[in-house]
């Protein structure tokens, strides 16, 4: 490191602390971005294979172009008229099936999941709540009692029920067996929360299971979880955070691929490109009965600036196909991650779908976490951008910006096999 980034560290720590998180053994100190390459303080370019927020492309011109405007002309909150917020509402539900057909505006994905649950309780006059048993949907105490993937000084919520996610990639057991174990341990859940007077309010999942290390489910686990959600009067709160706005390459939404329902999906951070922009999409019904019964209003949600941002995010997707630009890449990225899978013997199985991809480490029947980190270091040396995540930390995040291309791909899968040989 140069005296410059080790003087930042200090000054850092002395202002928002040390225990705020830094990518690498050697942090990176980035002082420009476009599209999907990185610029550090030294003039070099490192390509961004992890980050899911500047969607559309690092310092985007169209949302740039889109945000000056507006910035120019007028910024205020939703207390007064303005036809940009509602043309942007009308742009954004229009992806959505019919049913979800109104939109509450928020900030953050985690003030988007904290109303989700909010209506959800208010809609059901329950409490009780079933995720994953490793998760992550925000930071707020709601929120906070319910993570199962990050350390938290709140213990998880007397109302809080956490059902394992199967991954058929490791099963020893037949796919049938898994379905009717994991259905039974959510049964199990369900009846739990009822004998302690909790109820079921909602389950909230995030339709990747990214953070469990994107699994392969077992045929008929959502369609199984929903039913059994519904049955005992709770809702369905699709995340969309991660595995939203076309991130599959084959639906717009991750809960539309796959045959979710939900009663409310929650948006976040690809939704504004780096502009804090997030939602709540939910049903007419469900909009009436809470907002009639509750003065809800957030002074910088919906604002002109975010809506115009958000418009352009959704222009550049469609004129430039990204959707389509991501399954294509997607398909060719998980042939070559199976490849790898096939020729070294530490990879248990490639992950994911569209561009949100991983290879699963393992040596000897066990998790191997060490190889997974010792590969996204050796990726960052050879100036390529990835992450790792599963309850484990085993596998590979490979989660670029919806803008990577074809032209990209060969750069990413060099230095992912060369860092593969290193091992």
């Not at 009846?191 to 990747?208: K, M, N, P, R, Y």
């Not at 939404?253 to 329902?261: A, N």
């Amino acid at each position: 490191m140069t005296t410059t980034t080790e003087n930042l560290i200090i000054r850092r720590n002395r202002t928002i602390g040390p225990h705020s998180p830094l990518f690498y053994n050697e942090p990176l100190h980035l002082v420009s971005a476009k599209g999907v390459w990185f610029t550090d303080i030294h003039g070099d370019q490192y390509l961004d294979g992890y980050n899911n927020v500047p969607h559309v492309g690092h310092c985007n011109e169209r949302v740039l172009r889109a945000l000056m405007d507006q910035s120019s002309r007028l910024n205020v909150h939703t207390r007064y008229l303005n036809d940009r917020v509602i043309d942007y509402s009308e742009q954004l539900l229009a992806t959505f099936d019919d049913y979800l057909d109104r939109v509450f505006f928020t900030n953050s994905g985690s003030e988007a999941n904290e109303l989700a649950l909010r209506i959800a309780r208010q809609h059901t006059h329950n409490k009780g709540v079933i995720v994953s048993d490793f998760s992550y949907h925000g930071n707020t105490i709601t929120l906070s009692e319910l993570t199962t993937a990050l350390h938290t000084q709140e213990a998880l919520a007397d109302h809080v029920r956490t059902l394992h996610i199967p991954d058929m990639d490791l099963e020893t057991r037949e796919e049938a067996e898994v379905l009717r174990a994991t259905l039974a341990e959510l049964d199990g859940m369900i009846t739990s929360l009822q004998d302690a007077g909790h109820g079921v309010s909602a389950c909230l999942f995030d339709s990747l299971f990214s953070s469990e290390g994107l699994p392969r489910l077992p045929h008929g686990l959502i369609a199984g979880i929903m039913d059994r959600i519904h049955a005992a009067g709770g809702l369905i709160i699709a995340d969309e955070v991660q595995s939203g706005f076309g991130r599959t390459g084959t639906h717009m939404w991750g809960y539309q691929r796959v045959g979710m329902h939900p009663d409310l999906v929650t948006l976040g951070k690809p939704m504004g490109n780096g502009q804090p922009m997030a939602a709540v999409v939910t049903s007419e019904s469900l909009l009436e009965e809470f907002g009639s019964a509750n003065m809800f209003f957030n002074t910088f949600a919906g604002n002109p600036v975010s809506a115009a941002v958000g418009e352009a995010v959704l222009l550049e997707m469609r004129d430039r196909d990204l959707m389509e630009q991501a399954r294509i890449i997607g398909a060719s990225a998980f042939a070559a991650l199976n490849d790898f899978a096939a020729r070294y013997d530490f990879i248990r199985s490639a992950k994911g779908v569209g561009t949100f991809l991983g290879l699963d480490f393992g040596v000897d029947g066990a998790p191997a976490p060490d190889l997974a980190k010792k590969v996204v270091e050796s990726m960052k040396a050879r100036k390529v951008l990835i992450a790792k995540i599963g309850p484990h930390d085993n596998v590979l995040k490979v989660r670029p910006p919806l803008a990577f291309s074809a032209a990209e791909l060969p750069i990413l899968l060099d230095a992912l096999q060369a860092s593969l040989d290193e091992i």
